[in-house]
């Protein structure tokens, strides 16, 4: 079955980085694409990125450049989110979601990973 | 940015009611567009995909339809496992953003 396991909850202090890892099972990994999206607390949906599990190139939304790195190891069949220069702003669970294609549906998520900063 | 603004933002009705959620997009995005389904400490469920294709498992009292700028979910006969916070979402341009999301609360 497919599944999305992430890296375990993250505490940071303001101005550290942080890599959440998403392992992917249950399907070819190089077929699919990887979204990034996050939600603060009590908040809504917020998409930060995609990656191409292939060829690994990417595609961020214009706030998060600079901001936030995706990248992928084909022989884990693994996708890494970093967040640089953290803000608490920034605290929120972070959820990575396929698609089969670059721009169709998000079919199954990862469970999702607190991020807190916190001084 | 394209933006996707839902109504209402907020809905109370009873098990067996029928449902109708709306989603606006504020340029045209063909039917590129899901609905997914969240509850507390969950992560999104995929309800409805590409405007109105049911995804496999859901159950069909869910429906979509719309193309262009207007869509709308349905729910036929709502169950008690359906009070949760929905969301739109377009995949038509980068960044594929979400609606602010319909929570759907029991009367």
């Known amino acids: 079955q497919v599944q999305l396991v992430q890296s375990g909850a993250e505490v940071k202090k303001p101005g550290a980085s942080v890599k959440v890892s998403c392992r992917a099972s249950?399907?070819?990994?190089?077929?699919?694409?990887i979204h990034w999206v996050r939600q603060a607390p009590g908040q809504g949906l917020e998409w930060l990125g995609i990656i191409n599990s292939s060829g690994g190139s990417t595609t961020y939304a214009q706030k998060f450049l600079g901001k936030v790195t995706l990248t992928r190891d084909t022989s884990t069949s693994t996708v890494y989110m970093e967040l640089s220069s953290l803000r608490s702003e920034d605290t929120a669970v972070y959820y990575c979601a396929r698609s089969g294609e670059y721009n169709s549906k998000l079919d199954y998520w990862g469970q999702g990973t607190l991020v807190t900063v916190s001084p | 940015d394209i933006q996707m603004t839902q109504s209402p933002s907020s809905l109370s009705a009873s098990v067996g009611d029928r449902v109708t959620i709306t989603c606006r997009a504020s340029?045209?995005?063909?039917?590129?567009l899901n609905w997914y389904q969240q509850k507390p400490g969950k992560a999104p469920n995929l309800l409805i995909y590409a405007a109105s294709s049911l995804q496999s498992g859901v159950p069909s009292r869910f429906s979509g339809s719309g193309s262009g700028t207007d869509f709308t979910l349905t729910i036929g006969s709502l169950q008690p496992e359906d009070f949760a916070t929905y969301y739109c979402?377009?995949?038509?341009?980068?960044?594929?953003?979400f609606g602010q999301g319909t929570k759907l609360e029991i009367k």
């Open positions: 249950g399907y070819t990994f190089t077929s699919y694409y």
């Open positions: 340029q045209y995005i063909s039917s590129y």
């Open positions: 979402h377009q995949t038509y341009s980068t960044p594929f953003t």
